[in-house]
């Protein structure tokens, strides 16, 4: 599929945000998905945020949330690129195709023209439709919001930049924005994932990593074809575009970390790459600058409440096959583990094209790390009703995380995180 007609597909993710700004209008319609045949049309209500048109087939109880939580995550896009010397961001609203169920999402832009198969969210474009796409049903609202924080930045790149982000920097910025989690309303980037930062690491120890320059000048065909001819080389090619933002953006300022905002004042100006990047860090020997960001990478610690979260995450699936087998989920971490183990079950998820599997063997799944070199075991709590199953917890990380279940409107269980 082309890139004009499709951008950036995105598989799971497993991130966590709470609550944000309210909605301030609501909109009631019903809109048939664009080119949806009229016998089996996607019937949509829409409702305007601050910064999106959302349409979507939830009820207002299940979509102002999402809406709340993304007008959010635009505010930190803007003040992030405002801050850099942009032109101030227009408030125009996006839209954005919120699905209930995967089936729904893929009907809906198959009608549009496109084929969403092995995606969990995309940002499109098409002659007579555009927008940011994802489901709910079957996955938590953490998966989601991972989603769209993703995709939501291509999105919003290709709305107010004068011309296409270079791709590593483009992917590498929605992979940074992927990470983050909101809490109170606040926007915390910067995260560090155990498993980027273990692949990145193992990679250069090995001289796997693909040498900086090459990274940096790499066009959009080159990145699409190495992604699809190797799956393991477009994992690593994820990790690395994130690790060179993840770099640049933690420079102190005095010592080049206000360059990375030159570098993007220049682009949003329309300068080409090359050029804009030779004006930045032009002065910068290219050798001491690599060295610089391989330092920089295997110095990285994982962040310990995003590891909780991936944990938590893990655990609940089990939890969910359990119980969609008729079975009791087990009452305490140390039963649940028995039941695991004894089944040998693990959980597979894929993103850009690659697998990531984790099984219930390793034991580090059990654990999180409230404090450097600690290491306690989640807490299972009573459900918070009847029909739903036990809560997981971390206590002593801060924020602390609750891992809650929920019933959506068609009676589905969902997970969503709860901080304190």
Known sequence: MS?????FPRDLSLRRACRAPAIIAILLCLL?????????????????????????NLTKAEAQPIGRHMDAVFTEYARRFERAGLERIRHGRMPLYLLRTQDDYLRFLKSAGLDATNTSGLFFIQQRLQGLATWTQGRSLSETYGVLQHEGFHQFAHAHFRASLPIWVNEGLAEYFEDAILVSGSLKVGIVSGRRVTTLKNAIR???????GEVLSIRDDQWLSSIRANPQTAALMYDQAWSIVHFLISLPRDRGGALFESYLRDLGKGVPHAQAWAAAYGAIDPERLEAAWRQHVLKLKADDLHTALANMEFLASAMRYLHERGKTP????????????????????????????????DETVYQYAPQENVRRSFILLEPARADLLPRITAPGLSPEPTLTWLRDATGALTTVIEYR
Do not use: C
């Open 32 to 56: 048939p998905a664009a080119g949806a045949q009229a016998e089996d049309p996607v019937a949509f209500q829409r409702y305007a945020t601050e910064h999106y048109d959302l349409f979507t």
């Open 330 to 361: 087990p009452p305490s971490l140390a039963e649940l583990r028995r039941a695991m183990q004894g089944i040998g079950f693990s959980a597979v998820r894929r993103q850009h094209g690659y697998t990531v599997r984790t099984s219930a063997q």
């Open 206 to 212: 090995a001289g796997k990593v693909v040498p900086m």
């Open 3 to 7: 890139r004009s007609s499709l951008r």
